[in-house]
């Protein structure tokens, strides 16, 4: 339920972020976007509820104690609990940014004059939600920092790449879109990476050791989602923007949603991270844990009280690796080849695949 739930909270702020961002580009700029107001109101409204499931979760930890009362617990988490006081703030923008969304016309479009308070107001809704994160309660401004940056790149990028690629409409000024979007989705991924490399140091400096637990296996997957989704940014950038220069009235919507499914896997593995302990220091998550059953099912070795684990190629993880460089080259020749976008999707998950099966096959 928690999982889902984050799900859903990733897909809500990237429709926001995505659609109310697309509505600051001139009409000559974009292809033509259309974003329904209900859809909008309702990720607004998604926000405002699925950040309270953390405040639940808390609730119902402490819930079991017969010695407290529900109503005092449920005041002591909203009001003493930083991610109670996040909550709080996050539901108060919500509603002023749901009334403004209200006073929109049935397309979900902005007045300019409401706009920029609109985007305002969704920024804030990232600081809440940073400062309610993991990050932020083991390494406060830190932590925070460095997750809102991730978050609110991600949202930017993905958000814009979800709303395109769902809500378009016809095949005019898709090469003035990338002209500006392929750089921005750029910067996005240098600062997201900066900022996941940040929060990888804080939250489980320990990379390989990481592996052992559940959190350390969902974020090695999250990497190798990411090459794949990177690939599909290659296409979507260069070669579909140098495409559209020879063939303008090439539509490349499908190209858009394809790359979609990463984003949409990406996000389930984060969610699921979010419901993990974070590994710290593995020698004391393992008296406190099990080993994720991913790892014991391909580690053969035995783990002791202080665990270091290193890679050590052999054999099959060497044939598994180059399989998922050739998996990755056959994303991009896919397209070369015309041939259709989910052809390169499945290359692009069998690129993890073989990555994942090659690294975890290497471990010692």
């Known amino acids: 339920m928690f999982t889902l739930s984050e799900i859903v909270l990733y897909l809500c702020f990237s429709i926001l972020a995505g659609g109310l961002l697309i509505q600051m580009v001139p009409d000559n700029s974009k292809p033509t976007v259309r974003l329904p107001r209900p859809l909008l109101l309702s990720s607004v409204a998604g926000i405002g509820i699925l950040t309270f499931m953390p405040v639940l979760r808390v609730i119902l930890y402490f819930i079991s104690d017969p010695n407290i009362d529900s109503w005092d617990l449920i005041s002591s988490v ?3 609990f930083e991610v109670g006081k996040a909550w709080l703030i996050t539901l108060g923008l919500s509603i002023v940014l749901f009334i403004m969304i209200t006073m929109t016309n049935p397309s979900g479009k902005s007045s300019q004059e409401l706009l920029v308070p609109k985007l305002v107001l969704t920024f804030g809704l990232v600081l809440a939600l940073s400062w309610s ?3 932020a309660s083991f ?38 879109f990338l002209s500006w979007f392929h750089p921005l989705a750029m910067a996005c991924v240098v600062m997201t990476a900066a900022a996941g490399l940040i929060l990888t140091l804080y939250i489980s400096p320990e990379y390989l050791n990481g592996w052992i637990f559940s959190y350390g296996q969902a974020l090695l997957i999250k990497h190798l989602l990411l090459i794949p989704l990177l690939l599909f940014g290659v296409i979507n950038g260069f070669l579909l923007k140098k495409r559209l220069k020879t063939q303008p009235d090439f539509n490349p919507l499908s190209w858009f949603r394809a790359e979609s499914v990463f984003v949409l896997a990406i996000f389930g593995v984060t969610a699921f991270m979010g419901q993990q302990e974070t590994p710290h220091e593995a020698a004391a998550a393992l008296k406190m844990s099990e080993p994720s059953p991913l790892f014991s099912f391909f580690y053969q070795g035995v783990l002791d009280d202080s665990p270091s684990l290193f890679l050590a190629m052999n054999g099959i993880s060497g044939i598994l690796l ?19 976008p989910y052809i390169s999707v499945l290359m692009g998950i069998l690129c993890a ?12």
Request: proline content about 0%; cysteine-free; charged content about 10%.
């Open 78 to 80: 909203l009001f003493s």
């Open 133 to 135: 994160s993991h990050a």
């Open 139 to 176: 390494f406060e401004w830190n932590g925070f920092l460095a997750h809102m940056v991730h978050f609110l790149s991600m949202a930017v990028w993905l958000g814009i790449l979800l709303v395109t690629g769902w809500f378009s409409k016809g095949e005019a000024n898709w090469g003035s």
């Open 322 to 340: 180059a399989a998922a460089l050739l998996f990755g080259a056959m994303v991009v020749l896919a397209y070369q080849k015309k041939m259709s």
């Open 353 to 364: 695949a073989s990555g994942y099966l090659s690294l975890m096959l290497a471990i010692r």
